[in-house]
């Protein structure tokens, strides 16, 4: 495996840094702290005896939605000594920018375990969502004169992120496909806009410095880049040098294939042989980082959609070099994420990795297996929210008349359907407009009756060069209450289709 | 009283934004939540069900430093319904990225009571600790071709948030003096500077844009600006027309004044009429808050020094114009601050106020008595450290012999101990590295003694513009583990004072 040692890799990606970068210095006046038996009146940091909360009890449900009161669970207790390696009297404390260092070890070893990048090299550091990762990383990154590539359809609160320094963002064409070889960013559209840039839409700008990507269970679109086309777009990313950033908050919900015969087919909870490893070996879709001979490759995961959003706490992995300058970033910023967010992902995962575990001590390893098998718990629930939207979107009526597709995400939270125009309704004219009116109908069309979704068109980087390709609405299943919420609402859009198509 | 509206704040103050500011804009997919009876499919936030923490419950102590397993205290509880107006699905959630509303009603309370501003049209902001909120108000206000003023010693982390913008930092002398009437900013000079500056030694930048100040407690002075001070800085600041970046995170820690015949006299410990209200009206210096007519102050409060510093918690208050940039800059960056963090201090300071009402949900105002009847016990125990601490230094040999003085700060965390040169040992040379080669062999000098301190010149905005100002060094009271530590800590001072000098 190629080793890179920070000299290498910042004469390798210095070039790649903003020119604002280089005014990041966290002025410093303190020195780092004295030898034993010196008595330290330096620091500004009030001793723990002055915090007035002293211990922290939390009651972790063993599954999502367990009945209050439950007998089950874990109890977990934190006070001034407990955890050992992560006490309140530390949490609560000033700590390290990057992120407190057991929580850091398992970040690492989840990568390790998960994600072995293709390079020794790497690290990881703790952000403050993803959020505040990724302004960060394009405030490392681009200037007003930098371009970003992004899915043609995205979460577009990044596009902020990459405006906030004046830069540009450009579309990457996307194919939206039920084919798993074919879903996600179209391959030779991407190899031609780059391999012809100074004859294309874009001449007048740099070339891209970086693809911002949400690879699996991609957001809105649910698409997942295949194995294969994940090497492609690796190799166009060697060839015209730019860097890769992987956003991937919902891989780890992974569905099983859905089979119209037995809908409600669940392998998370009916397959005996589905263990921890299976999902990480079978399930999980490989992250960009496991090809990144190059370092190239910077990945964020976040434990929002996996934990709580609440937290505000996710974690960047890159090389050192990178890793350090999104750090220097933080220094003079943010500093450190919540210590009190970090120490409850801390102190439930050490808990969960107990039952992995032998030692009263948990090794790291145990807690990923412990976080992984929360993991698998989530995502069984979303595979059957998953299962009852999908049985009940193709008993709807409107689905039976025709009216409109369901495009099945492979991951995530998200659904998309795309209305079926009658012939020659919508012709390919250079006025999207048309596109974006009928939409906007639909949407009224399913307020109407009764619910809310997302129109996939207010999440292209570019509506004009998405006009064929932005005639779809995004669902979620993430935060309906239960089954019934469900079928309710999918009920609500048959007929919403309905109403729309008759007003046609 | 006058009352501004948000278009006559906007018009006033938009000459004070950044270029860069315009840039920001979060780009939103989504539209407000549906009417009744419509189901929310929009937003990608997991429903709380799948949170895997669903009670939290607190232990907090009735004073700091209470004995572990004490009976005393507070039991606070969270879970799915509890605290009603901030449960644990709401506070794990996403949430507004300017704050929970029970939290932002609590912080514009404690504004209300405690420093009234002098006119209507304010508001306030939750941000993710002050060196968050400071980047962000720099951010709002800064160019490359910027200036902001600061006391010429400062929390120099503060310099890195105003460089990060390109921007130029220049010093504003102070008075280092034991009077109060004359401590702080040096407003002669500091008018001199501004009425003269096209003439003066800053004459190539643009004239300041902002006063950063941290106005009670000065760190690292320990200064505290008289009110005929702020009113004079604030008549300079309405000539001029500067914005007052007012950073309060020690103003609550207020000192009564040292009797060395009674040392260990302590207001906050021995007198029975000290009640919130008159803490509250004497012992609290007024914030610029209170005589801003003009609405050009923005004043930064934390619960870092007040609750935990790993909280990452703290809020802003100023104008709704510009409150609304800083929360526009949250929205493109790091979005809310951590909800646990939130829910921890929110969850607190109402149990708190439940010692002050009569009703079971207690109103906004007994919760802001109870957390000052908090900040009155954690300020007991600065004023107790601080008696520890002056009556260890006084009784050292050093003092005795009259190698140091002891700068007595009338708030906060810090001490300053000044070295006693003898005769034309420094003299006013244009040299400064010899104060500072002086300084660091004092620094030797007490680490050898044991102790570790801050050099006062490490502290410098510009070490050039303070080589008369900058021979002191900075201890802390806050982090020792007890009066012996402190006592043990302030002899090998003494110590360390008598081995400098004895090597001069």
């Known amino acids: ?107 690492r070893k989840m990568v390790e375990c998960i994600n072995q990048p293709a390079y020794e090299g790497w690290d990881v550091c703790m952000t403050s969502g993803s959020s505040d990762a990724m302004y960060k990383i394009f405030e490392v990154l681009c200037d007003e004169d930098s371009t970003v590539m992004m899915e043609e359809f995205t979460f577009s609160p990044v596009i902020s992120n990459v405006k906030l320094q004046g830069a540009n963002v450009i579309p990457v064409k996307m194919q939206l496909s039920a084919n798993p070889e074919e879903q996600g960013i179209d391959i030779d559209r991407l190899a031609d806009l780059l391999d012809n840039w100074s004859v294309g839409p874009y001449k007048h700008l740099n070339k891209p410095k970086a693809l911002y990507t949400v690879s699996t269970g991609q957001n809105p679109t649910g698409m997942t880049l295949s194995l294969a086309k994940r090497n492609r777009i690796y190799e166009i990313a060697q060839k015209h040098d730019f860097i890769i950033v992987e956003d991937d908050p919902y891989g780890y919900l992974f569905f099983p294939p859905y089979d119209t015969k037995e809908p409600m087919k669940n392998a998370y909870w009916d397959d005996k042989s589905l263990t921890v490893q299976k999902y990480v070996d079978e399930y999980l879709v490989k992250s960009f980082l496991t090809i990144d001979t190059d370092a190239r490759v910077i990945r964020l995961e976040t434990f929002s959609k996996l934990y709580a959003p609440g937290l505000r706490l996710s974690f960047v992995v890159a090389n050192k070099f990178l890793t350090e300058r999104i750090f220097n970033m933080s220094e003079v910023t943010t500093r450190a994420p919540s210590g ?29 297996t412990g976080w992984l098998e929360w993991l698998m718990k989530v995502a069984g629930h979303y595979a059957h929210r998953r299962n009852i939207a999908f049985k009940a979107l193709y008993e709807t009526e409107g689905y039976k008349e025709g009216l409109f ?98 007003r046609m």
């Open 340 to 368: 009190v967010s970090q120490a409850l992902v801390y102190s439930v995962i050490k808990e969960m990795g107990k039952r992995h575990s032998s030692e009263p001590e948990p090794s790291v390893e145990s807690m990923v």
């Open 405 to 502: 597709q369901v495009m099945e995400p492979s991951a995530g939270m998200f659904i998309d359907l795309k209305p079926c125009w009658p012939q020659g309704e919508l012709s390919r004219s250079d006025h999207y407009d048309l596109i974006t009116e009928k939409m906007d109908q639909l949407n009224q069309s399913l307020l109407k009756s009764g619910v809310q979704v997302v129109l996939g068109y207010r999440m292209a980087v570019d509506v004009k060069a998405s006009k064929d390709t932005c005639d779809f609405v995004r669902i979620t299943i993430a935060y309906a209450n239960d089954d019934a919420q469900i079928i309710e609402a999918c009920h609500r859009i048959g007929k919403g289709f309905q109403v729309f198509f008759s």
């Open 1 to 107: 495996m190629v080793k890179y040692d920070f000299e290498t890799l910042r004469n390798r990606y210095s070039s790649f840094l903003s020119r604002r970068d280089a005014a990041k210095q966290l002025v410093k006046f303190w020195d780092n702290p004295p030898g034993p038996g010196v008595i330290e009146l330096a620091g500004g940091m009030p001793n723990s005896g002055f915090f007035p909360v002293d211990t922290i009890d939390l009651h972790v449900v063993s599954q999502p939605f367990e009945e209050r009161h439950s007998q089950n669970g874990l109890k977990v207790h934190m006070d001034k000594n407990e955890p050992k390696e992560m006490p309140l009297s530390m949490s609560l404390q000033y700590t390290n920018t990057e992120g407190m260092e057991p929580l850091l070890s398992f970040a």
